[in-house]
């Protein structure tokens, strides 16, 4: 609170109101109800660093699209109607730009936009912002569901956010999909696999004879059914049983691999990928990278969800008719409930720590990050990505889905190792859980609980 009133001072924004007496009395000034209108920031400069590892974007969308133009339009408007400039830093170095100008007090960035994957280590260093007191983090419809958010969360505050009330940008942090190329599935006169998720009959059962089905070979040679870097699957599959990575019961942190239902997922994974169906999948199982689907070498491929959409180099960029499922369940899953997680939410905004004022970042990200006049709510999103990126309201439908259901798997804290070994090694699944244990204890301690007290201090219970 006291962050936000110096910067209402400092921009004279209400900070006192005069009585009739000629006294000065405090106004009570209710968070995150700033009169933005009234605020003249006198020409300030502020400057804005994004990940520039893909350098085909502006400010999260692919230059020269409509959603782009949107995005500068309304960059072009808070600039006129605050008196200010921002600039953008785009560096394939911007975390290096966020912690060198931290450590020196340099003031180099006032907002900073990237992947959580590096930034989880700027929240745990303390180099950003907590953000409870400075944005309406409630509003999940604009910054992302408490689950999303986990992996910026630490020990009692919420240090990023994602804007997610922007098409395309909404559905990034979803974790994975399955792409399906329908023209092969037309091809093989085979039935949509979306329409199995309709009626609730998409399980492992049907999934094992889809890859049979979709194997096959054409005049370039065998076509597999699917791609998928082989921890991918084991994780996946683990989630399609009902069971999460990591989940807090009664002050304890429970990983779902160590119970019977992610036991009995993982030995199904293992037998899937190493055994009964090994024929069916690509041997490139290289993460991320979508050129075999895209070339036409496999009917599905299991995709990051920025992976869709995002560049020149995406899937829907430069395929047609292409379909999104999800993960099949297991017997134990919720039914319509797909779980999914993630290891690094694209487009996180965290507010350096040493911005030259917090409130005044906090301010312009929350006017950068409202929704834009041609979708003012989820719906229109849904609409709009049903007819402009996919080719069916159901692949928009499976992605707000798992935005609901995603959880932050804690690769880069070794927890992913518990699991992906499932799909690598011939250890009996028991022996080689027990064989992480000590190790798995220690990432709980020294991550997963100060996270998830964070989660519940933020949010409560």
């Excluded at 890859?211 to 005049?219: Q, S």
């Excluded at 028991?430 to 997963?448: F, G, P, Q, R, T």
Aim: proline share 4%.
């Amino acid at each position: 609170m006291k962050q936000i009133i110096k910067a209402l001072v400092l921009i004279l924004a209400f900070s006192f109101v005069l009585c009739a007496c000629g006294e000065t009395v405090e106004e009570i000034i209710p968070e995150f109800e700033m009169n933005v209108d009234a605020v003249d920031l006198d020409g300030l400069k502020l400057y804005w660093g994004w990940d520039a590892v893909e350098g085909d974007k502006y400010i999260g969308f692919i230059p020269d699209t409509a959603n782009a133009d949107r995005v500068q339009k309304r960059k072009n408007e808070i600039e006129t109607k605050l008196n200010c400039s921002i600039n953008m830093v785009n560096s394939t170095n911007i975390y290096d730009v966020l912690r060198t100008g931290v450590l020196s007090g340099a003031q180099t960035l006032d907002m900073v936009t990237g992947g959580s994957f590096s930034l989880v280590e700027d929240v745990r260093a303390g180099y950003l912002s907590g953000l409870s007191n400075l944005i309406d983090i409630s509003n999940y419809e604009k910054w992302g569901y408490p689950n999303m958010l986990q992996s910026m969360i630490w020990k009692n505050d919420l240090f990023g956010v994602v804007p997610f009330a922007w098409p395309e940008l909404v559905y990034t942090s979803a974790g994975h999909v399955i792409c399906v190329n329908e023209d092969y599935i037309n091809k093989l006169v085979q039935t949509d696999p979306r329409e199995f998720v309709e009626k609730g009959t998409w399980n492992w059962d049907l999934f094992e004879e889809c890859l049979e089905a979709y194997t096959h070979t054409d005049t370039n040679g065998t076509v597999y059914g699917m791609q998928c870097h082989d921890a991918y699957f084991a994780m996946n599959m683990l989630l399609s049983n009902g069971v999460a990575l990591s989940e807090f019961e009664d002050g304890q942190v429970v990983c779902g691999a160590y119970t019977p239902d992610g036991i009995a997922a993982l030995e199904r994974a293992r037998n899937i990928f190493q055994v009964s169906h090994k024929d069916c999948f690509h041997s490139s199982q290289a993460a991320g990278d979508p050129t075999v689907f895209i070339n036409g070498e496999c009917v599905t491929y299991v995709a990051w969800s920025y992976e869709l959409s995002q560049t020149t180099k995406s899937v829907m960029y430069n395929m047609e008719n292409v379909g999104i499922i999800p993960f099949p369940q297991g017997p134990n899953a919720t039914p319509g409930v797909y779980l999914s997680y993630h290891e690094s939410l694209n487009n996180t905004l965290g507010i350096p720590f040493n911005a030259k004022d917090p409130v005044i970042s906090a301010m312009i990200v929350s006017d950068m990050f409202e929704p834009f006049e041609d979708f003012p709510n989820k719906d229109s999103i849904m609409d709009y990505l049903a007819e402009q990126v996919f080719y069916d309201r159901r692949d928009a439908e499976v992605l707000f889905n798992l935005t609901r259901n995603t959880e932050y798997g804690f690769f880069r804290e070794g927890a992913r190792s518990v699991i992906q070994n499932a799909t690598e090694s011939d250890t009996p699944i028991s022996s080689l859980l027990e064989s992480y244990k000590n190790a798995y204890d220690k990432i709980v301690e020294d991550y997963m609980v100060p996270h998830y007290l964070g989660r519940v201090a933020v949010y409560g219970e």
